[in-house]
């Protein structure tokens, strides 16, 4: 099966998503041996984390975030920047640099200072970890490549070991396990296809919100309008309070009932019919507020300034 993806890339040319890049063009499945070991002694020793460009996952953040004990708000602000993940503004969140420079805030001389709790990124470095999913498909497949960047010496050493081995040195599994939701959703949206214009910027923020913004999604999760609509019993409910794993899972299920009307959530009796109503009547002040301001908008696009060419006397813009 893996062949029918490698063959698909290999005949894109100048489209595949691996043009100028460090990936070696081939989809690699578990067992493929590969050559490779970095250790402390290695010439190269800290240059992948010298130059980072590093997106987080759900989980990443979730991990980082409590080894260094603070919010996940704090967290974003101060170790991600926010960026699109596709022309429709799904967000994601990038590690931020040194001030001034490219290297991770966490790099230190000995190596990785939260290496404990390291994003599934830089556990993987140096092979890629692959979600597939074409659009003929209901599941999404896994597969690797291997990055080959010409920094990194790694790959010169004497060491021979199957991708499969080296995940389980590098201990992704629980990482890859914990984001499959996100990735799942990511995928969603990438194969839904061309919408009509963009998602609603509520609908990116409520996945920005769900998906890093954890300490922030269990606020609104305990609000009285959430528990208005949704029907989460009590000792779901105390498990989402104190179990971050929980309430990221509970967030990927969420956004998959909101943003994919997939019924994952068991709505209150009337909570549809009231948000509708919500709906409406906001859509209505918005409606009034237009119109109220449509001729102020009307003229202000057509006159000029008093005294300009333009200028019909209307005093519009003075
Ligand atoms: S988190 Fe650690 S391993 Fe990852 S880039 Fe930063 S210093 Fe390197
Ligand atoms: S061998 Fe590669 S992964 Fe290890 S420190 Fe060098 S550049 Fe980084």
Redo the contacts with the bound molecule.
């Keep these: 099966m893996l062949d029918q993806y490698d063959q698909k890339f290999k005949g894109l040319g100048k489209d595949s998503p691996f043009q100028d890049s460090p990936v070696l063009p081939n989809m690699l499945e578990g067992d493929k041996t590969i050559q490779?070991?970095?250790?402390r002694d290695?010439?190269?020793?800290?240059?992948?984390?010298s130059n980072i460009d590093i997106t987080l996952t759900p989980y990443d953040v979730l991990r980082l975030k409590n080894r260094l004990g603070i919010s996940s708000g704090e967290f974003l602000k101060q170790y991600t920047f926010p960026f699109e993940m596709d022309k429709d503004g799904m967000p994601g969140v990038k590690f931020n640099p040194v001030e001034g420079g490219s290297a991770c805030q966490f790099m230190v001389p000995e190596?990785c200072s939260v290496y404990e709790d390291r994003p599934n990124a830089c556990r993987y470095?140096?092979v890629a970890l692959l979600s597939l999913r074409n659009s003929d498909e209901f599941v999404d497949r896994t597969a690797y490549a291997l990055v080959q960047?010409k920094?990194?010496?790694?790959?010169q050493?004497n060491r021979f070991l199957t991708i499969d081995d080296y995940r389980a040195e590098q201990g992704v599994a629980d990482y890859d396990e914990k984001s499959r939701g996100w990735r799942q959703l990511v995928l969603k949206r990438k194969s839904a296809g061309p919408g009509i214009g963009r998602p609603p910027a509520v609908s990116n923020q409520l996945f920005f919100m769900a998906c890093y913004d954890l300490d922030r999604f269990r606020a609104f999760v305990i609000s009285e309008s959430f528990n208005n609509t949704y029907e989460i019993p009590v000792e779901q409910m105390a498990e989402l309070v104190a179990d971050d794993d929980k309430l990221l899972e509970f967030a990927f299920a969420f956004l998959r009932h909101v943003l994919f009307n997939e019924k994952s959530l068991v709505e209150k009796d009337g909570a549809y019919e009231a948000r509708m109503e919500r709906l409406k009547t906001k859509t209505e002040a918005i409606r009034q507020e237009y119109l109220a301001n449509r001729d102020k908008i009307e003229d202000e696009k057509y006159c000029a300034p008093p005294g300009q060419p333009g200028d019909c006397g209307c005093g519009t813009n003075d």
């Design positions: 490779f070991r970095c250790h290695i010439k190269c020793w800290n240059a992948c984390c190596g470095y140096p960047e920094h990194c010496l790694g790959h050493e």
